[in-house]
Antibody, heavy 119, light 113 residues
């Protein structure tokens, strides 16, 4: 049974960098054909996919155009986890952030982290 | 980006009655290489992450009650709850995984009449 456990701060000031980690149990971040995703949800934007990482002979990353200049998704195979970095946070980035496993639908989700950006 | 549009935005159905939610994509999500529709349905209850109910448009996820079913192909899809139970009160979303960016419908809020 796959479980995803998120960790990271929930309160940021404008211009700061968001860093969230998603620890995986029951699967490997290197499993061929499985994508590891970050998604956020807010009342104004609904569910918004931010990006993914996956391994298929080598590592690939895909990012949403709307955040492409600010986002980095990394993997740590030694800890079996992946992470989200989102730079230059603004109040418009306030949302619940989720990590999720796609195989291919988003079958497994983290518990969610409410991230508030406020001065 | 593929735009996903759900209808209705909200729905009130009596217990034991059928509930039907529609989802339309701005382009086909039927992938010719595997002849499968890259479409999933999710249920979200307050304070919880979305839970996948259906994938490949019509395949029920393990553990999902058989009163939930998905149908459709190409650009038009339907989620049906055959006999509404109290625990089905939630917001339902469709999502395409035909290509990135993955996109979601705006959600349909299902309530008891």
């Amino acid at each position: 049974q796959v479980q995803l456990q998120q960790s990271g701060p929930g309160l940021l000031k404008p211009s700061q960098t968001l860093s969230l980690t998603c620890a995986i149990s029951g699967d490997s971040v290197s499993t061929d054909g499985v994508a590891w995703n970050w998604i956020r949800q807010s009342p104004s934007r609904g569910l918004q996919w931010l990006g993914r990482t996956y391994y298929r002979s080598r590592w690939y990353n895909d990012y949403a155009e709307s955040v492409k200049s600010r986002i980095t998704i990394k993997t740590d195979t030694s800890k079996n986890q992946f992470s989200l970095q989102l730079n230059s946070m603004t109040p418009e980035d306030t949302a619940v952030y989720y990590c999720a496993r796609a195989s291919p639908g988003l079958a497994n989700w983290g518990q969610g982290t409410l991230v508030t950006v406020s001065s | 980006d593929i735009v996903m549009t759900q209808s209705p935005d909200s729905l009130a159905v009596s217990l034991g009655e059928r509930a039907t939610i529609n989802c339309k994509s701005s382009q086909s999500v039927l992938y010719s290489f595997n002849n499968k529709d890259h479409l999933a349905w999710y249920q979200q209850k307050p304070g919880q992450p979305p839970k996948m109910l259906i994938y490949w448009a019509s395949i029920r996820e393990s553990g999902v009650p058989d009163r939930f079913s998905g149908s459709g192909s190409g650009t038009d899809f339907t989620l049906t709850i055959s006999s509404l139970q109290a625990e089905d009160v939630a917001v339902y979303y469709c999502q395409q995984y035909y290509g990135t960016p993955y996109t979601f419908g705006q959600g349909t809020k299902l309530e008891i009449k």
